[in-house]
């Protein structure tokens, strides 16, 4: 098998299942307890936070484990607007954030939010003039991605946080695809909530956090008991949460909050070869996203008169697992929300393939898949005549 789908999720790394494993067993104690076997999985959940703390220039108690991103997000947009609703009620967004973001908007909007959708380029970049002409007297919170979770496109997130700091706005990214993969300094870039999420980069799926500054008064999202200070409530996930920890340790050197240099430029390598291979042998494919302001793993293409799903199939059936786009709307018939507000027909975006790379691939690998394309476009093609 050749995965290529690390954006939807990523094989847990052996450090974080040994590292969670005595705590099914051995120090199973609820984190809320007195008594000692409670106190060895506190004493977990308060390292834990110290660890990804240092990895983003931030203070232990301003991380919140939750349940993973969708969670983090749904909190940092609705806690704000009921924190700050006497305020204002207006938020700025973009047009391709995760639907977590955009659904939440949704429901925000039935609330009384009033919400600002900013449009993107062609490589999906947003444009700071327009998010500058968009901030109104009530606006209370921008919410951009820190990068594009199916074009892998990297937004200006320092800009963005230095604008929303200068109107006295508060600032919230979505920093599921780059968490893990390059530093993410939340002081230098002026970020008030940042959500985050353990699977994407090693740790287990279940388990996640919402970074929140002292600035940010937000309240508690989930309610009942008194956990994570009162914000958060339910019994801490324990096993997930130092998984996730573990994964943050082999992923950044926490002494200064950046990642092994060497991984990302073989991973950036390793993507540039394949973008490279395609667009001289396959007619009419079309790289989505920025060509340099982009993840370190991420290949977008749509290829002219190609169902993006029967590409998958057919990739399957070669043992390579890919995506057409978002984890989260796998299985739909339509053409991806991002694609289209990049301004790419529909026709186009139903022909996307997203191929998402992580450390355990190989130059090997990436001219087998490249062959089995060639065959699978011509293919498709073919039958389409």
């Given at each position: 098998?050749?995965?290529?789908?690390?954006?939807?999720?990523?094989?847990?790394?052996?450090?974080?299942?040994?590292?969670?494993?005595?705590?099914?067993?051995?120090?199973?104690?609820?984190?809320?307890?007195?008594?000692?076997?409670?106190?060895?999985?506190?004493?977990?959940?308060?390292?834990?936070?110290?660890?990804?703390?240092?990895?983003?220039?931030?203070?232990?108690?301003?991380?919140?484990?939750?349940?993973?991103?969708?969670?983090?997000?749904?909190?940092?947009?609705?806690?704000?607007?009921?924190?700050?609703?006497?305020?204002?009620?207006?938020?700025?967004?973009?047009?391709?954030?995760?639907?977590?973001?955009?659904?939440?908007?949704?429901?925000?909007?039935?609330?009384?939010?009033?919400?600002?959708?900013?449009?993107?380029?062609?490589?999906?970049?947003?444009?700071?003039?327009?998010?500058?002409?968009?901030?109104?007297?009530?606006?209370?919170?921008?919410?951009?991605?820190?990068?594009?979770?199916?074009?892998?496109?990297?937004?200006?997130?320092?800009?963005?946080?230095?604008?929303?700091?200068?109107?006295?706005?508060?600032?919230?990214?979505?920093?599921?695809?780059?968490?893990?993969?390059?530093?993410?300094?939340?002081?230098?870039?002026?970020?008030?909530?940042?959500?985050?999420?353990?699977?994407?980069?090693?740790?287990?799926?279940?388990?996640?956090?919402?970074?929140?500054?002292?600035?940010?008064?937000?309240?508690s999202f989930l309610h009942g008991?008194?956990?994570?200070?009162?914000?958060?409530?339910?019994?801490?996930?324990?096993?997930?949460?130092?998984?996730?920890?573990?994964?943050?340790?082999?992923?950044?050197?926490?002494?200064?909050?950046?990642?092994?240099?060497?991984?990302?430029?073989?991973?950036?390598?390793?993507?540039?070869?394949?973008?490279?291979?395609?667009?001289?042998?396959?007619?009419?494919?079309?790289?989505?996203?920025?060509?340099?302001?982009?993840?370190?793993?991420?290949?977008?293409?749509?290829?002219?008169?190609?169902?993006?799903?029967?590409?998958?199939?057919?990739?399957?059936?070669?043992?390579?697992?890919?995506?057409?786009?978002?984890?989260?709307?796998?299985?739909?018939?339509?053409?991806?929300?991002?694609?289209?507000?990049?301004?790419?027909?529909?026709?186009?975006?139903?022909?996307?393939?997203?191929?998402?790379?992580?450390?355990?691939?190989?130059?090997?690998?990436?001219?087998?898949?490249?062959?089995?394309?060639?065959?699978?476009?011509?293919?498709?093609?073919?039958c389409r005549l």
């Open positions: 098998m050749i995965y290529l789908d690390n954006a939807a999720t990523t094989r847990t790394v052996p450090e974080a299942v040994e590292a969670m494993l005595p705590y099914f067993t051995e120090y199973y104690g609820n984190a809320g307890s007195i008594y000692r076997l409670g106190s060895e999985s506190r004493k977990a959940v308060i390292q834990a936070k110290e660890t990804i703390a240092a990895t983003l220039g931030a203070e232990p108690n301003e991380i919140y484990f939750t349940s993973g991103g969708t969670e983090s997000d749904n909190w940092a947009l609705k806690a704000v607007y009921e924190a700050y609703r006497e305020k204002g009620k207006h938020i700025i967004t973009s047009s391709i954030e995760h639907h977590a973001v955009l659904h939440s908007c949704e429901y925000l909007k039935r609330q009384g939010a009033e919400i600002t959708y900013l449009d993107v380029d062609a490589d999906g970049l947003i444009s700071v003039e327009q998010l500058k002409r968009a901030i109104r007297p009530d606006t209370i919170l921008i919410s951009i991605m820190y990068a594009n979770n199916e074009i892998g496109t990297i937004q200006p997130v320092r800009e963005v946080g230095e604008i929303a700091a200068a109107h006295d706005i508060l600032f919230h990214t979505d920093a599921v695809q780059v968490y893990g993969q390059f530093p993410v300094d939340v002081e230098q870039c002026h970020i008030d909530l940042l959500s985050a999420s353990g699977h994407k980069f090693g740790g287990p799926k279940g388990a996640g956090f919402l970074y929140v500054s002292k600035k940010a008064k937000i309240r008991g008194q956990q994570e200070r009162g914000r958060r409530a339910g019994t801490e996930n324990v096993p997930g949460i130092v998984g996730m920890e573990a994964a943050v340790k082999r992923a950044y050197d926490t002494a200064d909050g950046k990642p092994a240099a060497g991984k990302l430029e073989r991973v950036k390598m390793l993507r540039d070869y394949l973008i490279s291979r395609i667009e001289q042998e396959i007619p009419g494919a079309k790289l989505n996203g920025h060509r340099t302001k982009r993840l370190p793993g991420n290949v977008n293409f749509s290829f002219e008169d190609v169902q993006g799903e029967s590409a998958l199939i057919m990739l399957d059936m070669k043992g390579i697992c890919a995506s057409s786009g978002s984890a989260c709307t796998s299985g739909s018939l339509e053409p991806s929300h991002v694609l289209l507000a990049a301004g790419q027909p529909p026709e186009l975006a139903r022909g996307s393939l997203r191929m998402t790379l992580g450390e355990e691939n190989t130059m090997e690998e990436m001219d087998t898949v490249v062959e089995a394309l060639k065959e699978i476009v011509e293919r498709i093609r073919v």
